[in-house]
């Protein structure tokens, strides 16, 4: 089963407006961090966000949020007021359990969300 | 030098060749990752290593051999290709804890650094 769903290819947004990227999971340890990372087209991994499983709040990093709704086990990315260089390649990732010397930090990856921002 | 640094950016090698890519972090990590990106696929972890010990081998084929020879440097060599191995391929650094550090505070977030990737073509 996969543990990472982003069920939308890809999507277009208009400039200044706000978008939603979708992302579920699935898992049985209480545990666990999710994380979004934009990819342009250079190819380098940008960190955006992070949410814990324990995590009170909904993550807000600048003009990125994180909608956490933990029954439904899903962690959507909100951009709001996009910007033209938003256009790039979205992941959803998840870290299972704590976070042990042993096996590092081992992240699993949906399969992405292409977002276009148009002017 | 800052963050994660990767060379060759591209290359393209025959099926014979044997190439190797490097990966360094100047970020202070103990922990470094390879990952493969292939067209149409989500990426695929393939080897982890914590403390320059290799903790995590994907299901690799022996046809990629990884070295951590400190925490700071990761290589990826290669011999005896195939096509199919030609994609993007991605090195990261993170932190990694002593002991369990749960899914709460500064220390859960641990996030990866990502390298720009090696843009692999096999001939």
């Known amino acids: 089963a996969q543990k990472i769903t982003q069920t939308q290819p890809g999507m277009f947004v208009q400039e200044k407006e706000a978008v939603t990227l979708d992302c579920t999971y699935d898992t049985s340890d209480p545990s666990y961090g999710l994380f979004w990372y934009k990819q342009p087209s250079s190819g380098e991994m940008i960190f955006l966000i992070y949410q814990g499983s324990y995590d009170q709040q909904n993550a807000t990093e600048g003009r990125y949020s994180l909608n956490f709704q933990k029954a439904r086990k899903s962690a959507n990315l909100v951009i709001s007021a996009s910007q033209l260089g938003d256009s790039a390649m979205y992941f959803c990732?998840?870290?299972?359990?704590?976070?042990?010397?042993?096996?590092?930090?081992?992240?699993?990856f949906g399969a992405g969300t292409i977002l276009r921002v148009k002017s | 030098e800052t963050g994660v640094t990767q060379t060759p950016r591209h290359l393209v090698m025959g099926m014979t060749n044997k190439k190797s890519l490097k990966c360094e972090q100047h970020?202070?990590?103990?922990?470094m990752y390879w990952y493969k990106q292939s067209a149409k696929k989500p990426l695929e972890l393939m080897f982890v290593?914590?403390?320059?010990?290799?903790?995590e081998n994907n299901s690799v084929p022996s046809r990629f051999s990884p070295e951590c020879p400190n925490s700071s440097h990761l290589f990826l060599h290669l011999h005896t290709l195939q096509p199919e191995d030609s994609a993007l391929y991605l090195c990261a650094s993170s932190q990694a804890l002593f002991g369990l550090a749960g899914g709460t505070g500064k220390w859960a977030r641990l996030q990866q650094f990502f390298g720009p990737g090696t843009r692999l073509t096999v001939l």
């Open positions: 970020l202070g990590h103990n922990a």
């Open positions: 290593y914590s403390l320059e010990e290799r903790v």
């Open positions: 990732a998840m870290r299972e359990g704590g976070v042990l010397m042993e096996y590092g930090n081992k992240l699993v």
